[in-house]
């Protein structure tokens, strides 16, 4: 019954939801976009990465390197782990 949000891990509150490819199947990290940015969750509707980003790639820099590829412009992009830190 998709009026029952009780039924729900996720709340169908994001305008994008995309699973990453990783060798955690039972708990990837979702790239989703949120009043127009872009942050990642876990499966739980934890936010692991705020949402601030105009862009996170969806490539394959989560999967080999366990790194997002981010902006906040659109020209500029760069690395973030999972805690939000820059490299």
């Not at 009780?6 to 939801?17: G, H, R």
């Not at 979702?30 to 509707?45: P, W």
């Amino acid at each position: 019954n998709p009026s029952d949000r009780s039924q729900f891990a996720i709340y169908p509150d994001y305008q994008y939801l995309y699973i990453m490819e990783g060798d955690d199947v039972a708990n990837p990290m979702i790239v989703a976009t949120y009043n127009d940015k872009f942050g990642v969750i876990d499966v739980n509707n934890k936010i692991v990465i705020p949402f601030e980003y105009s862009d996170i790639k969806r490539n394959y820099s989560w999967k080999l390197g366990k790194m997002f590829e981010v902006t906040k412009d659109d020209k500029n992009y760069y690395y973030i782990d999972s805690d939000n830190r820059s490299y």
